[in-house]
C-alpha cells in the first residue's frame, strides 16, 4: 500500500519522507517552529511526546532545536509503572534522547511518580500534571498495529472512561491484558484538546493499520487512533 492510496478525512494533512532519518528531521523542524510560533505569542508552550524505538531520531534532532527551552514543558503520552532507568521507562527514553543539548533546560513533568501500582500514584500524576502548560500545544502520537495510541489500548478494562468526552481526570490507569506492564495514560479530553497534533509512523505495517483505522471511523474501543483521525491532523510517515 502506498500513502496516496489511503482514504484521508477532509483536512488531514501528509508528510511523506524517503527515509526514516529524513522524516525525523523534517517533524523535529515543524515541531519546533510550532512551539516558537505558540513562544513567540505566550509565556510557556508545551509538547506531549510517546514513547516507543520510532521517535528517537527525532528525539535527537529536536533536542538541538534552537527554541528558549526553559519555557516549554515536555511530558508523555503515556508511561509504564516501572522505575526511571527500567529499559521499558519512556522517561528514561526521553532523558536520554530528548531533554539534552539545548533541550535539557525544558521543564519536565514525569508521569511516573511513588507507588506500587499506577492507582496508588494516580494523585501524585495529577499534582504533577497541574503544571502542565494547557491546551497541549504540540502533541507527538505513535500508533500500534492493533490500533492502540498512548495507552488507549483496545483490550483495556478502563478504555471506555478514559476515552469519554466528560473524563474529568487528565490521567487513568490502564491495565491492558496484552501489556506485560501495567500503565498510565493522558485521557483523551487532554489529548484532544492539543493544538497540533502529530502522527508519527514508520513502516509499511503502520499504512495497513491506519488503512483499517479509516475504514470505520466510528468504531473507537475498536481501535483508539480513529479517535484522533480528524481534521486538523497531521500525519508523518517514512517507509
Do not use: C
Not at 494516580?122 to 497541574?130: G, Y
Amino acid at each position: 500500500m502506498k500513502m496516496s492510496e489511503l482514504k484521508l478525512p477532509e483536512g488531514v494533512r501528509i508528510h511523506e519522507a524517503k527515509s526514516a532519518g529524513q522524516l525525523a528531521q523534517d517533524l523535529a523542524r515543524d515541531v519546533a517552529a510550532l512551539l516558537a510560533d505558540r513562544l513567540a505569542r505566550a509565556e510557556r508552550a508545551s509538547l506531549v511526546v510517546s514513547g516507543g524505538s520510532t521517535p528517537v531520531p527525532f528525539f535527537q534532532a529536536l533536542s538541538l532545536a534552537e527554541l528558549d527551552w526553559s519555557r516549554v514543558d515536555v511530558t508523555l503520552a503515556d508511561e509504564r509503572w516501572v522505575p526511571e532507568g527500567d529499559p521499558a521507562s519512556n522517561t528514561t527514553l526521553v532523558r536520554r534522547h530528548l531533554l539534552r543539548n539545548r533541550a535539557a533546560s525544558a521543564r519536565y513533568l514525569p508521569l511516573k511518580q511513588p507507588g506500587e501500582t499506577p492507582e496508588q500514584g494516580l494523585a501524585a500524576v495529577r499534582e504533577v500534571l497541574s503544571e502542565l502548560t494547557r491546551p497541549i500545544e504540540v502533541l507527538v502520537l505513535g500508533m500500534g498495529n492493533d490500533g492502540h495510541t498512548a495507552s488507549l489500548f483496545p483490550d483495556a478494562p478502563e478504555l471506555l472512561e478514559a476515552l469519554a468526552a466528560g473524563t474529568p481526570a487528565p490521567v487513568a490507569a490502564m491495565t491492558p491484558a496484552s501489556q506485560p506492564q501495567r500503565r498510565v495514560t493522558l485521557t483523551y479530553p487532554i489529548l484532544g484538546e492539543a493544538r497540533h497534533t502529530l502522527l508519527h509512523l514508520k513502516g509499511h505495517d503502520k499504512l495497513e493499520t491506519l488503512a483499517r483505522a479509516l475504514a470505520h471511523p466510528g468504531e473507537v474501543a475498536e481501535m483508539p487512533i480513529r479517535a484522533f483521525l480528524k481534521p486538523g491532523l497531521a500525519v508523518y510517515w517514512s517507509p
